[in-house]
């Protein structure tokens, strides 16, 4: 649940700051005739809020990782929530979606790649 939560947030966190920055340009361009000093306080403050941000986000997709790291330990898909869960020399591959994701819990595609014809330089290890 808390990761479900953690993947949509991760998803729309970039264009929330976006809107946010854009937000405050669109601002700050109306202070520069009305009100000067709040334009420049508004630049200020974007310039010195921008390491907090991504901070945040930077956190939010640590522990996101680390949810999902565990979720697939557990042989749960964080995509789906169903499996199997299927583990390569690259990334690990849920068999119900298709999605795959690498070690650290980076989620690699969205589409379902071709299952009839595997590369024949991959050694498949099918964990439990
Ligand atoms: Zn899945």
Same mark, same amino acid.
């Given at each position: 649940m808390i990761l479900r939560i953690l $993947?949509?947030?991760? $998803?729309?966190?970039?264009?929330?700051?976006?809107g946010g920055y854009m937000v405050a340009f669109a601002l700050a361009f109306i202070c520069v005739f009305t009100f000067p000093l709040g334009a420049l #306080?508004?630049?200020?403050? &974007?310039?010195l809020s921008l390491a907090f941000v991504v901070f945040f986000g930077e956190? !939010? &997709?640590?522990?996101e990782g680390i949810l999902t790291r565990r979720a697939l330990k557990r042989n749960r898909c964080p995509a789906c929530r169903m499996g199997p869960i299927q583990k390569n #020399?690259?990334?690990?591959?849920? !068999?119900?979606?298709?999605v795959r994701f *690498?070690?650290?819990g980076t989620q690699l595609s969205q589409e379902a790649p071709d299952m009839e014809t595997p590369d024949a330089n991959t050694k !498949?290890? #099918? #964990? *439990?």
């Amino acid at each position: 649940m808390i990761l479900r939560i953690l $993947r949509s947030v991760n $998803r729309a966190y970039p264009f929330l700051v976006l809107g946010g920055y854009m937000v405050a340009f669109a601002l700050a361009f109306i202070c520069v005739f009305t009100f000067p000093l709040g334009a420049l #306080v508004l630049i200020i403050g &974007s310039v010195l809020s921008l390491a907090f941000v991504v901070f945040f986000g930077e956190t !939010l &997709s640590g522990i996101e990782g680390i949810l999902t790291r565990r979720a697939l330990k557990r042989n749960r898909c964080p995509a789906c929530r169903m499996g199997p869960i299927q583990k390569n #020399v690259a990334a690990y591959q849920c !068999l119900g979606c298709g999605v795959r994701f *690498e070690f650290d819990g980076t989620q690699l595609s969205q589409e379902a790649p071709d299952m009839e014809t595997p590369d024949a330089n991959t050694k !498949l290890i #099918v #964990v *439990e």
